[in-house]
């Protein structure tokens, strides 16, 4: 059954990304994580997933009347992103409209709950980065948050000698240069993890864009019941 989040920021509002995690024994209930002005949820569930487009579009091209192509071929490409968001599992979607004068800062974050198969269990931090940094281009480290032990890996996707992941649409000839940075981390008391994926296309400002995703994960707490646990 998927877990979802319990407010509605479609419309723009800028909120606290605030979403339910699975619940277990003693394990957290919840997550927060704060994001910049001009980052808004796309909601990835079927019943909601065109409204919710439909919404972020009208709000990308408020005052704009003469635009019917790019608004359909924006409904289109966001759609197809939510809907494969939500195939491969994930719990919430983000998209930036941050404006810098008359340009839009295009990212995203999608966050995925991952659970072990039946049987088994998910590695630890020095096990998972092993893993993951091994035949594969790009950083991977181990780093502390106030929210636990993490994963974080940071690379490039999209260019001749660096082919895209296997989960990413089409083949990686027709994938755009992009920044991606993950954070895998447990949830605590738990056999679950959350993975947060940051993607850009502004590679030519990549180091300023990891910065800002970076302090995105750190904003990470767990919430307890009442409690919050940074």
């Known amino acids: 059954m998927r877990d979802t989040p319990d407010r509605t920021d479609d419309t723009g509002a800028n909120v606290t990304a605030h979403a339910r995690s699975p619940r277990t024994t003693a394990s957290p209930s919840d997550y927060r ?66 404006q810098a004068g008359s340009l839009t800062i295009p990212a995203s974050l999608l966050i995925t709950l991952l659970r072990p198969t039946a049987g088994t269990t998910l590695p630890d931090a020095a096990e998972l980065a092993r893993h993951l940094s091994a035949g594969r ?23 001749p000698n660096t082919p895209a992941p296997a989960e990413t649409a089409g083949s990686p000839d027709e994938v755009l240069p992009s920044i991606t940075l993950d954070y895998q981390l447990p949830v605590p008391r738990s056999e ?29 707490t767990w919430v307890d019941g009442d409690a919050t646990h940074e």
């Open 192 to 220: 679950a993890h959350l993975l947060l994926t940051f993607s850009t296309p502004l590679v030519q400002i990549a180091d300023a864009m990891v910065d800002l995703f970076d302090a995105i994960a750190g904003s990470l």
């Open 137 to 159: 281009p790009g950083e991977t480290t181990v780093t502390e948050l106030a929210a636990g032990t993490a994963v974080r890996v940071r690379r490039m996707t999209g260019q």
């Open 33 to 98: 994580l704060l994001l910049p002005d001009g980052w808004f949820r796309v909601d990835i569930d079927p019943e909601g997933r065109e409204r919710s487009v439909d919404a972020l579009v009208g709000r990308r091209f408020a005052g704009v009347d003469n635009a019917p192509h790019l608004k359909r071929q924006l409904r289109d490409r966001l759609l197809a992103q939510a809907t494969s968001a939500y195939q491969d599992g994930g719990i919430e979607l983000h998209l930036s409209l941050q």
